[in-house]
């Protein structure tokens, strides 16, 4: 009977090793891989004469392999030796980093001829009966086994094998490369050579930085980028001869950074580390890190990983053709290494794996960044943050995959990259999410810098016209207006500094050129028409200043509108149970039932009346008519009445003591009722929310020797920084984005508003150190000006 049987063609290692491998250096890694997974500590590839077909060595001391081990592992095509147990290493517990069993088959695709020695160590291997612990030297001749022979289980021709004594030998395995396939040129030579130094990660992004780069601790610490055993000794890859290069910049890649973005996605929880470096504290002492958290988006599957990335905010040089800008050119970017080995072709020249280059030219306006309400609340989107976008030449990073975090990557079957499905798609957000982080830490940074240059100028101007006047007025003539000035307002207001000191100024000169003995009478009429101009600038002015009084008490309003929502929504809740209620009542016949139904219903009316009477209360004192028509003088002790009123249910729900300490006799100076409520409001829920449940408060109120009227809030919370308590009168900076329904969400714009308000009337507002049992203090304090006594 006829046997019908599979045969292999020899064909069948073109196909293998031309297809399963994309690029030369790929396939030169693939090898170095082999000695990695052989637990060698180095390994030396040599090329000689790569320009003209030469050779390549690499040599390693490795554990290499018997005679038995290269019969049926390294000549099995697709074999199974490195997926028995757990896939480690015998010696280091390394993870394997092949797993079809044609990795060797790259040496296919670089060169003709195909050398083997090999030497196995001792204690690793069982001896074969036949073979003991021998060696072997082996030649493949891959052009003679696939023209001289039809089927792989035929070979008469192209291998020979010998088995080589081992006693007395360091055991490792070497492999020469002849005749190979490639003539490099000198730009394909580079190009190749850059490939193979980037097979591993540069040490400055495996250990994290030091003190004098950054001023907190590394997110990571040392990365965690290979799967491996306590005693492994590492392993490094020497390249000799041709594929030597010059000098490598990586350290100054790292000193030239301005940001350090650190990942930890190894676990449930993704951590995102953005820190300045000393770079950006020598332009701006006041940068500030940040440091967020978020569910892990799969937490059961991953992927998992961390990163380690340093952002640039300017060129490395003006000439593009440095050698620095060149090595960034060929080793920037931010590249995905997998158990210690770059997944090409991430972070190349020309990939954009991450839209970064893509973003730089378009531009966005702005980033979607899928974090939670907190994380939003410290770092807000800016406006125009998108424009601050920069491409891959301006970062230098790792993302480091172990085989056990990357399970649900799959590679492609060239072994460049990974197939673009869901679990790629979670890699690359997350990374993508960090470096916008670092994008919008820019541009919050850029913002303060402006707000702060602009308030320098601003003063400066203002200095400049009241306090450096270096010229007299002249003696007025008969009928010129009166060059008496009106009274300069506090210099606090920003209204002030922007509109009224510039007018002030000009009407003062107008005066004196009006006065001056020599003008023109042709330019007398120019004056008078200047001067109805400052008449119906300050017109205006005070208008504007009526219109931004409301838009404060509408922001202080704002700030409760989303409780106020909520709690409307609860009010509907309460009147749908009365209804109930009552429907249950009409419908009984019973009188117990029905007098347990009213007594219930009762109270529900009764708590709805409240929750009512609370929030109209409150909103009648802030918006009311007489809240904003005029200002007027409040006694301290009655200062915070609607306040108190308005929060003391909430105290209670939360088991916190107030302690109310105003000094009688003292009133303010003249300030609408509308922003005083809106003040001592803003500072009480503060408190409350700081001193959590079964805490303390403590509103201190009295006149200072120097006259001032001071208004302090202290609470048993959690202790604020006095050296870094300014970043809190900051807009959107919160501790907290819990939800009250009367308290408020956490939007960080309540100490803002305030400042603003007490700045308004020439006052400050700032933390300062709390009494003995408090741990955090705000303090108002309103000028002497005003301040009346009963």
């Given at each position: 009977?006829?046997?019908?049987?599979?045969?292999?063609?020899?064909?069948?290692?073109?196909?293998?090793?031309?297809?399963?491998?994309?690029?030369?250096?790929?396939?030169?890694?693939?090898?170095?891989?082999?000695?990695?997974?052989?637990?060698?500590?180095?390994v030396?590839?040599?090329?000689?004469?790569?320009?003209?077909?030469?050779?390549?060595?690499?040599?390693?001391?490795g554990?290499?392999?018997?005679?038995?081990?290269?019969r049926?592992?390294?000549?099995?095509?697709?074999g199974?030796y490195?997926?028995?147990?757990?896939?480690?290493?015998?010696v280091?517990?390394?993870?394997?980093?092949?797993?079809?069993g044609?990795?060797?088959?790259?040496?296919?695709k670089l060169a003709?001829?195909?050398?083997?020695?090999?030497?196995?160590?001792?204690?690793?291997?069982?001896?074969?009966?036949?073979e003991?612990n021998?060696?072997?030297?082996a030649?493949?001749?891959?052009?003679?086994?696939?023209?001289e022979?039809?089927t792989?289980?035929?070979?008469s021709?192209?291998?020979?094998?010998?088995l080589?004594?081992?006693m007395?030998?360091?055991?490792?395995?070497?492999?020469?490369?002849?005749?190979?396939k490639?003539?490099w040129?000198?730009?394909?030579?580079?190009?190749?050579?850059?490939?193979?130094?980037?097979?591993?990660?540069?040490?400055e992004?495996i250990?994290?930085?030091?003190?004098?780069?950054v001023?907190?601790?590394?997110l990571?610490?040392?990365a965690?980028?290979?799967?491996?055993?306590?005693?492994?000794?590492?392993?490094?890859?020497l390249?000799?001869g041709?594929?030597q290069t010059?000098?490598?910049?990586?350290?100054?890649?790292?000193q030239?950074?301005?940001?350090?973005?650190?990942?930890?996605a190894?676990?449930?929880?993704v951590?995102?580390?953005?820190?300045?470096?000393?770079?950006?504290?020598?332009?701006d002492?006041?940068?500030r890190?940040?440091?967020?958290e978020?569910?892990?988006p799969n937490?059961?599957?991953?992927?998992?990983?961390s990163a380690r990335i340093?952002?640039r905010?300017?060129r490395?040089?003006?000439?593009?053709?440095?050698d620095?800008a060149?090595?960034?050119?060929?080793?920037?970017?931010?590249?995905?290494?997998l158990?210690?080995?770059?997944?090409?072709?991430?972070?190349?020249?020309?990939?954009?794996?991450?839209?970064?280059?893509?973003?730089?030219?378009?531009?966005?306006?702005?980033?979607?960044?899928?974090?939670?309400?907190?994380?939003l609340t410290?770092?807000?989107?800016?406006e125009?943050?998108?424009?601050?976008?920069?491409?891959n030449?301006?970062?230098?990073?790792a993302?480091?995959?172990?085989?056990?975090?990357a399970?649900?990557?799959r590679?492609?079957?060239?072994?460049?990259?990974f197939?673009?499905?869901?679990s790629?798609?979670?890699?690359?957000?997350?990374?993508?999410?960090?470096?916008?982080?670092?994008?919008?830490?820019?541009?919050?940074?850029?913002?303060?810098?402006?707000?702060?240059?602009?308030?320098?100028?601003?003063?400066?101007?203002?200095?400049?016209v009241?306090?450096?006047?270096?010229?007299?007025?002249?003696?007025?003539?008969k009928?010129?207006?009166p060059?008496?000035?009106?009274?300069?307002?506090?210099p606090?207001?920003?209204?002030q500094?922007?509109?009224?000191?510039?007018?002030?100024?000009?009407?003062?000169?107008?005066?004196?050129?009006g006065?001056?003995?020599?003008?023109?009478a042709?330019?007398?009429p120019?004056?008078?028409r200047?001067?109805?101009?400052?008449?119906?600038?300050?017109?205006?002015a005070?208008?504007?200043?009526?219109?931004?009084?409301?838009?404060?008490?509408?922001?202080?309003?704002?700030?409760?509108?989303?409780?106020f929502?909520?709690?409307i929504?609860?009010?509907?809740?309460?009147?749908?149970?009365?209804?109930?209620?009552a429907g249950?009542?009409?419908?009984?016949?019973?009188?117990?039932?029905?007098?347990?139904?009213?007594?219930t219903?009762?109270?529900?009316?009764?708590?709805l009346a409240?929750?009512?009477a609370r929030?109209?209360s409150?909103?009648?004192?802030i918006?009311?008519?007489?809240?904003?028509?005029?200002?007027?003088?409040?006694?301290?002790?009655?200062?915070?009445d609607?306040?108190?009123?308005?929060?003391t249910?909430?105290?209670?729900?939360?088991?916190?003591?107030?302690e109310?300490d105003?000094?009688s006799?003292?009133?303010?100076?003249?300030?609408?009722?509308?922003?005083?409520?809106?003040?001592?409001?803003n500072?009480l829920?503060?408190?409350?929310?700081?001193?959590?449940?079964?805490?303390?408060?403590?509103l201190?109120?009295?006149?200072?020797a120097?006259?001032?009227?001071v208004i302090?809030?202290?609470?048993t919370?959690v202790?604020?920084?006095l050296?870094?308590?300014?970043?809190w009168?900051?807009?959107?900076?919160?501790?907290?984005?819990?939800?009250?329904?009367?308290?408020?969400?956490?939007?960080?714009?309540?100490?803002?508003?305030?400042?603003?308000m007490?700045?308004?009337?020439?006052g400050?507002?700032t933390f300062?150190?709390?009494?003995?049992?408090?741990?955090?203090a705000?303090?108002?304090?309103?000028?002497?000006?005003?301040?009346?006594r009963?």
């Open positions: 009977m006829t046997r019908f049987e599979f045969t292999v063609d020899t064909h069948l290692f073109r196909e293998l090793g031309e297809l399963l491998v994309g690029r030369d250096s790929t396939a030169l890694i693939e090898l170095i891989k082999n000695a990695y997974d052989a637990d060698a500590s180095v030396r590839v040599r090329g000689v004469n790569l320009g003209r077909n030469g050779t390549i060595e690499i040599t390693d001391d554990v290499g392999m018997t005679g038995q081990v290269f049926t592992a390294f000549l099995r095509i697709a199974r490195k997926e028995g147990g757990e896939r480690i290493s015998p280091f517990g390394r993870r394997y980093t092949g797993a079809k044609v990795g060797r088959l790259s040496a296919h003709r001829t195909l050398e083997i020695y090999s030497i196995p160590r001792a204690g690793v291997f069982t001896s074969d009966p036949e003991g021998s060696g072997v030297h030649v493949i001749d891959w052009d003679a086994l696939e023209n022979n039809e792989l289980d035929r070979i021709s192209g291998l020979t094998v010998e080589a004594d081992s007395a030998q360091k055991s490792g395995t070497r492999l020469i490369l002849r005749g190979l490639s003539s040129t000198p730009t394909q030579l580079r190009r190749f050579t850059d490939e193979l130094h980037a097979a591993r990660p540069a040490t992004l250990t994290p930085p030091g003190a004098e780069m001023r907190q601790e590394s990571l610490g040392p965690q980028y290979w799967t491996t055993g306590n005693d492994d000794p590492g392993f490094t890859i390249m000799e041709d594929l010059g000098e490598d910049f990586f350290g100054t890649l790292v030239r950074s301005h940001w350090l973005l650190e990942i930890d190894l676990g449930p929880v951590r995102f580390g953005i820190q300045p470096t000393v770079n950006t504290f020598d332009r002492e006041e940068a890190s940040y440091f967020f978020k569910p892990h937490p059961s599957e991953g992927p998992f990983f340093y952002a905010e300017s490395l040089a003006t000439d593009r053709a440095s620095l060149r090595f960034n050119q060929r080793r920037g970017g931010i590249r995905v290494y158990e210690g080995f770059r997944v090409l072709p991430y972070g190349g020249a020309k990939d954009d794996w991450l839209g970064l280059d893509r973003d730089y030219a378009r531009r966005p306006r702005s980033f979607d960044i899928d974090l939670d309400s907190s994380a410290e770092l807000p989107p800016q125009k943050e998108g424009f601050l976008s920069q491409g030449d301006q970062y230098f990073g993302v480091f995959l172990t085989a056990r975090g399970a649900t990557l590679p492609v079957v060239n072994r460049e990259g197939v673009e499905d869901e790629f798609e979670l890699l690359r957000n997350l990374v993508r999410a960090g470096v916008d982080l670092v994008t919008r830490a820019r541009a919050a940074r850029l913002r303060n810098k402006q707000e702060e240059e602009r308030a320098a100028e601003e003063e400066e101007l203002r200095t400049s009241y306090d450096d006047r270096s010229r007299e007025t002249p003696t007025e003539p009928g010129s207006p060059s008496a000035s009106p009274p300069t307002p506090p606090s207001s920003d209204i500094r922007t509109i009224r000191n510039p007018i002030i100024t000009a009407r003062q000169e107008l005066v004196i050129l006065g001056a003995e020599d003008l023109s042709d330019l007398l120019q004056v008078e200047a001067k109805s101009a400052l008449d119906l600038a300050e017109s205006r005070r208008a504007w200043e009526d219109e931004r009084v409301m838009l404060r008490v509408l922001a202080g309003v704002g700030l409760q509108l989303a409780a929502v909520h709690e929504n609860g009010l509907q809740g309460q009147a749908n149970s009365i209804r109930d209620l249950y009542a009409i419908g009984t016949q019973d009188p117990k039932e029905t007098t347990k139904l009213l007594r219903l009762s109270e529900a009316v009764d708590t409240q929750s009512l929030q109209s409150y909103l009648t004192d918006v009311g008519p007489d809240a904003r028509r005029r200002r007027r003088r409040i006694r301290l002790t009655e200062l915070a609607t306040s108190i009123d308005f929060l249910q909430s105290m209670a729900d939360r088991g916190i003591r107030l109310v105003m000094q006799g003292v009133k303010t100076l003249p300030i609408f009722p509308a922003e005083a409520t809106i003040i001592t409001t500072l829920t503060n408190a409350i929310k700081a001193a959590g449940p079964g805490g303390r408060i403590r201190r109120g009295y006149e200072a120097d006259g001032r009227v302090t809030v202290e609470n919370g202790a604020v920084d050296s870094d308590s300014e970043r009168f900051k807009p959107f900076e919160s501790t907290t984005t819990e939800m009250d329904i009367v308290l408020g969400q956490g939007l960080g714009l309540g100490l803002p508003i305030t400042r603003r007490v700045e308004e009337y020439g400050m507002a300062v150190a709390p009494s003995n049992g408090f741990s955090t705000v303090e108002v304090s309103l000028p002497a000006q005003g301040v009346r009963d």
